[in-house]
């Protein structure tokens, strides 16, 4: 098979689907022809195909976006709504908190609305304060939403597929600095389950969980201190909400120690509601107290060298996981 | 004036009275302490619903808010499933975890009430969009109140409709408050419809009171929307005779405002044209005799009907748990 970018990899998912359902089509900012095909590409080449009716390059207009979506999804069909970047989430949030999250369980099951909301952001690229945070926790922190995020491109493919068929609202977040990652194309018609994580590493001494754009660093921390005989088991929640608690718990059961990483602020973020959940259920088993990385908490600033310091980092990791195992 | 023949003026007073009984009926429910429930009272704009619901196909889609009342019985909600949702029993239209302001009915079209001011107004572009891509015919006609002009979304939606050219009609019920901020508190347009011209679309203000000119005016929206002419602001002038929810105190309202609105209730004009065209008084005491017994056997129905099962909380939240 051949080598294929994350960027092509949810471009190709988005086609095959559009081709085989007429009930999908995309709109959003820029997103067709005339623009470009979307702000990083992923909908290059497809409004050659399907025409701007399933291509809907719309105004700057994420409330008006985020309505059309739902109200398309109510009425059957299966749109991909994006929204350029991850901050600009703030402006419609009622649509979807208050209508696509909620619309199924007020209407007793008569109304799911199945959406995929596209979003881009990350740390990393110098875009400041308003284009970059990571805000999957707002999502999370809401019933009736699939919160997802691929850290590689086959995951991308598939997830953008499952994501696609699922038929409740999905908020799809792409990191930036991951676009450009190529791997091996798993080919058409591939699937990931929502809800399922991966191991992207097995190890025994602590158990990494981790989603996006971190399963690199963490992944590239793991192969150093292999090297130190140091085990690390690094799991890819890949669905961040509702997550697969079952592969969580069972690999720290398995390694006895965690560590939560993450781009987004640490207060009240994932990692937290992850930390608890599992001292809760693996107190037993646990070697120490659950570590928690994550960004600073103030702005994402915009100078390279402060940006760099607000990011986690792979010295942290390691410090983190030495502290853990008790190596410091 | 464009005339309106007889059986379409027996259809609209029948869901007029529909609207209103079932308006008398809730708040005699709640006056009495038999039903204790967030109720948003419809009295005095019972026939712009109507009109507006008699203007439509059974298959169009409509989308209102937490005043909903009348799109949601004159567009053919049936009673019981009504009445079972807003006494939050099993046997309500969303089995009772929607309620007064939720209530939802894909069979008969009423697909979204929203209970945010201006949040119906872009999801009805995409109920439009997703005919307009498959051609299935229908329009969607989204309501509110002139309370949701001054939100983003409503702008944000009358652009988008307009640039797609979508088949939506936007129904402002100008009730002359917004919650309980009267209009010229809250806008100093001298008029919605006004800004429809902004969006490059047609916009028009109606007496809502008045028969005659609100149905043709729907319909007439309707009918352009159904062509592929694109969306229309309709805005019906019309009162909002009582506070903002049950209960609530509208001392606020200026004596002379309710003169004005009890010499313009839409009710005693409608009965005066159904007079005119040869109805008798016989035959429309006999249409609200009928409604008022099929709204007490649907309240009776409701009241008898079992609680959800607590079980429910959990249930719909996502597929794998349906």
Known sequence: MAQITMTQALNLAIDEAMAEDPGVFCLGEDVSAKQGGGVFKVTSGLTEKYGEHRIRATPISETAIIGAAVGAALAGQRPIAEIMLMNFVGVCMDQIVNHAAKLRFMSGGQTPCPMVIRTTTGVGVGFGGQHSDMLEAWFAHVAGIHVVTPSNPADARGLMRASIDANDPVIFIENILCYGLKAEDPGPGYRVPLGKAAIAREGTDISIITYGRTVLDALAVADDLAKEGISVEVVDLRTIAPYDEATVLASVRKTGRALTLHEAVRPFGTGAELAANIQEKCWDSLKGPVRRIGGTFSAVPFASHLEQAWIPTKPQIVEQIKASLGKL | ?322
């Open chain 2, 1 to 322: 004036m464009a005339q309106i023949d007889r059986d379409k003026l027996l259809d609209i007073y029948t869901r007029t009275m529909k609207v209103n009984r079932t308006d008398e009926k809730f708040r005699e429910l709640l006056m009495g302490g038999k039903v204790a429930v967030m109720y948003y009272c419809v009295r005095g704009q019972e026939l712009v619903s109507a009109a507006a619901m008699a203007a439509l196909e059974k298959e169009d889609y409509v989308v209102c808010t937490y005043r909903g009342q009348g799109e949601q019985t004159a567009k053919g909600i049936p009673m019981e499933k009504w009445w079972g949702e807003c006494l939050g029993k099993a046997t309500g239209t969303c089995k009772g975890k929607g309620g007064t302001m939720h209530i939802t009915d894909p069979e008969t079209g009423i697909m979204v009430t929203t209970g945010v001011v201006g949040s119906g107004l872009p999801i009805a572009n995409g109920l439009a969009m997703a005919s307009q891509n498959n051609g299935d015919g229908r329009v969607t006609l989204v309501s509110f109140g002139d309370g949701a002009a001054n939100i983003g979304g409503f702008h944000e939606a009358m652009n988008m409709a307009q640039l797609y050219k979508l088949p939506v009609i936007f129904l402002c019920q100008n009730n002359r408050y917004g919650e309980h901020t009267a209009y010229a508190d809250h806008t100093d347009s001298p008029n919605i419809a006004s800004r429809a011209a902004g969006y490059g679309m047609p916009g028009v203000t109606v007496d809502g009171n008045d028969v005659h000119q609100i149905y043709p005016a729907v319909k007439e929206a309707v009918d352009r929307a159904r062509r592929g002419e694109g969306p229309t602001l309709v805005e019906a002038m019309c009162y909002r005779m009582m506070g903002h929810f049950f209960g609530a105190d509208f001392s606020y309202m200026p004596p002379e405002h309710i003169a004005e609105m009890k010499a313009e209730d839409p009710l005693p004009k409608l009965r005066k044209v159904m007079l005119e065209h040869q109805f008798t008084e016989e035959e429309l005491d006999k249409i609200v005799a009928d409604i008022d017994a099929q709204i007490n056997a649907a309240v009776e129905h409701a009241l008898a009907a079992p609680l959800p099962d607590t079980d429910e909380i959990y249930k719909d939240v996502l597929e794998e748990t349906a």
